[in-house]
């Protein structure tokens, strides 16, 4: 059974999965007095210009923003309102005011992907379940950055989330709560006789590459031979962040190459700076998704790593945050990226080169202990 994640909170890890290297991109706009465009112009402008691909102009020609966010077809695209952009900008500071969950998006609403001890767990969340609605705004109607925004709000306030569980529905009164956000649980484990040093991510937030980096120090001065990297349940984070725990392992190589419609095709390299060359083994499942994909494949596809675990979720696009005149933001999707070997991922994910999956109904993490098995095989 997989220990409970810890550190983990709603709205920087929800800014993962969505939100792979957001930056801010209206440096290029006008400063003298003209006349100021309308919020619909403003949004077909930044879609012509910015956007991963061409859009049609059949898109474009629809009246109104959300009537062009729906038919663009795109989950990571989204409108997000003044008060929504405003929530969304606090989200990147060590500790907030959330529900304290990880989610991911699908069909019906947002997945529960884990549920740590916290505000969500007093009120009945689940692991599995679905919010399907947020204070009666159905999930699947929202994007993710504005449902995002929505479940987040001053402590001591309450949210209300519609929840399916099963063929059954809830409703849940969620008291928001001050929540940390979600940087490295570290653990030194004795396997076959030796120290194995556990690092569990459970987002690429800001500042998680030079936590890492204190703890593989630690743990390697308690004698680890070596490294499980778990990013089970990691949805994703900020692209930098992805790039920088890679170059950890990496002293040399590509971690990711970005293309867009509409900027120039960009390849990161590892730094230079790695923190150690001890064995490792890379832990994933079907809920790692985007910056946690970035590094399992650049790991893997530069020789470094073994993956252990299962096929993961999937999600190979990069979005930018870009401020409208009103107040409010466009969270847009500018580029797609591909793996160190040219692989892209969207809707496939990376395959681990050894399957192993954790059963809940057990006291054991066969899964972990799979990886742990990886490390202390002899090698020829």
Known sequence: MRRPLVLLALGLVLAGPFALGYRLSRGDRATAPVVMPSVVD????????????????????????????????????????????EQLRRQTEAHYSGIGASLLPEPRGLVVVSVPPGP???????????????????????????????????????????????????????????????LVDATLLSYAGRSWGSLRLGAFGSGVSSALRKQ???????????????????????????VAVSSLFLDHGIVVSLSGAHSPHQVYRASGRIATRLPLVVLVDRDSASSAEIVAAALNDNQRATLVGERTFGKALVQALDPLDNG????ISVARYTT??????????????????????TTHDEALEAALGVLARPTS
């Open 42 to 85: 403003e949004v077909r402008a930044a879609l012509a210009g910015q956007y991963y691909r061409p859009v049609p102009a059949s898109v474009l020609g629809h009246a109104t923003v959300p009537a062009i966010i729906t038919a663009l077809g795109d989950p990571y695209t989204a409108y997000l309102a003044p008060p929504d952009y």
């Open 120 to 182: 969500a767990v007093a009120a009945g969340l689940r692991t599995g379940d679905t919010i399907v609605s947020i204070d009666g705004v159905p999930s699947a109607s929202l994007g993710p950055a504005a449902a995002r925004a929505r479940i987040v709000g001053p402590t001591g306030t309450h949210v209300r989330l519609r929840v399916l569980r099963g063929r059954r529905r809830y409703d849940l009164d969620v008291r928001r709560g001050l929540v940390p956000a979600p």
């Open 216 to 242: 593989i120090a630690v743990l390697r001065h308690q004698g680890a031979s070596g490294f499980v990297l778990d990013l089970r349940e990691n949805p994703g984070g900020l692209l930098d962040q992805a």
């Open 328 to 331: 409010a933001a466009l969270e």
């Open 340 to 361: 160190p070997s040219g692989r892209n991922i969207s809707g496939v994910g990376v395959v681990p080169r050894i399957h192993a999956v954790d059963d809940p109904r």
